[in-house]
Nanobody
Framework: QVQLVESGGGLVQPGESLRLSCAAKNIIFNWYTMGWYRQVPDWYRQVPDKQRELVANVTSGGTTNYADFVKGRFTISRDNPKNTVYLQMDSLQHEDTAVYYC???????????WGQGTQVTVSS
């Protein structure tokens, strides 16, 4: 059974940093594009029904892609021998408060997996 296990979330103040980790089990990790997505919780949402949004991803070949709202602040990286993808988040802002989800997908074989999410709260 494929598992994506996120860790590293928590409560921080504006301007601080966090590093999220996602450990993948029972997949051929280096086949997959790994990504981080986020969804603002209902109690914090300003835009009703805002969907889960891409934060960053990294392809099997190492190409990275970032949402405009995190460019220059967040860094995604992957460690293939450890089957782990990371999201280094610096200069966190209130607007970064969300549940962050890890995703592994490979369209060529129709595989798409999600983790359970980890809460990140930025509050002064």
């Amino acid at each position: 059974q494929v598992q994506l296990v996120e860790s590293g979330g928590g409560l921080v103040q504006p301007g601080e940093s966090l590093r999220l980790s996602c450990a993948a089990k029972n997949i051929i990790f280096n086949w997959y594009t790994m990504g981080w997505y986020r969804q603002v919780p209902d109690w914090y949402r300003q835009v009703p029904d805002k969907q889960r949004e891409l934060v960053a991803n990294v392809t099997s070949g190492g190409t990275t892609n970032y949402a405009d709202f995190v460019k220059g602040r967040f860094t995604i990286s992957r460690d293939n021998p450890k089957n782990t993808v990371y999201l280094q988040m610096d200069s966190l802002q209130h607007e970064d408060t969300a549940v962050y989800y890890c995703r592994a997908h490979r369209n060529a074989i129709g595989r798409d997996y999600w983790g359970q999410g980890t809460q990140v709260t930025v509050s002064s």
